[in-house]
């Protein structure tokens, strides 16, 4: 799947917001012992607080990754590295419902969320996102280093099992009958519809639940709609666009069987899973 690194801090409603809160996630079908270097992007940061949107807090986080990768045996390169490394930090303010006759106070959250995409496909790899939340936002700022450093300790992700390779659709660049038989257009509109209708299902596709499933499914989404869009008056461009959905139909397809794999599931999230997969593998196979 073809995407740049989805950038999001993913926030949680002021009344769930918790203290030194983490969360990581990453895909089960890629074997991490053979990444070995890394280019480091430049951070973003998405906060009014000038405690937060400053250049020496983001150049501090920034070193952190690069020494926790080191750390962990991989070279940085800029010359065809491994992986990306996108990182950003995002603020908000919320009231947190303490205090005396003065009313609640104004609390700050920071959330910094750190992505490993592989370079050659644009694929997200390990999303690490931390979340923290102090009444002082000199004092939030200044532990944004550490909280990247504790992100990688639990890198490279333990994997139980053999690590099985992504099923794979037949690629239209290497089978004529398939590049033949497919109906794109029809294909992209299916595709919509089943992330609408997944997208409905909260319990299961919530703010705080997959998060990413939601990032495979939005990058499919897109390619989705640039088919549906597409006018087809430039044959190189639809040829791009077609593979770049074909890429992203393949990429939810293996994530959604792979929650359906995942022992902390309930019986229903992995039926739901299954049953995601299957219907995005359809739009291929039975065309």
Known sequence: MRFT????????????????????DFDHHTDFKTLKSF???????????????????????GEVIRTSLKAKGLKETSDRPDVLVDYSITGIDFHSGRGGRRGPTVES?????????????????WRAVYRDNESNDG??????????KGLFSEYPP????????????VSPETSLKVTSSINYKTA??????IIES??????????????????NLGGLERAARAVSDDSGANRQSTNKKNNAFLDALQSSANYALEISSRGAETVES?????????????????Q
């Open 270 to 286: 992995k039926t739901k899973s299954r049953e995601l997969a299957s219907k995005l593998r359809a739009l291929v196979s039975s």
């Open 139 to 148: 004092k939030l700022a200044r532990k944004l280093p550490g909280d990247a």
């Open 198 to 215: 997944a997208r409905k299902d909260e319990a299961y596709f919530g703010a705080n639940n997959h998060p990413g499933l939601s990032i």
């Open 39 to 61: 280019a480091l992007h430049e951070g973003k940061v998405d906060s009014a607080r000038p405690e937060l949107n400053n250049p020496l807090v983001v150049k501090k986080v």
């Open 109 to 125: 959250e920071a959330t910094l969320v750190i992505d490993l995409v592989k370079r050659d496909v644009g694929t997200l790899l």
């Open 188 to 193: 992209a509109l299916a595709a919509l519809d």
């Open 158 to 169: 333990r994997q139980a099992g053999p690590i099985e390779p992504p099923l794979t659709f």
């Open 5 to 24: 690194a989805l950038l999001l801090g993913l926030v949680l409603s002021p009344g769930l917001l918790l203290a030194d809160d983490h969360n990581i």
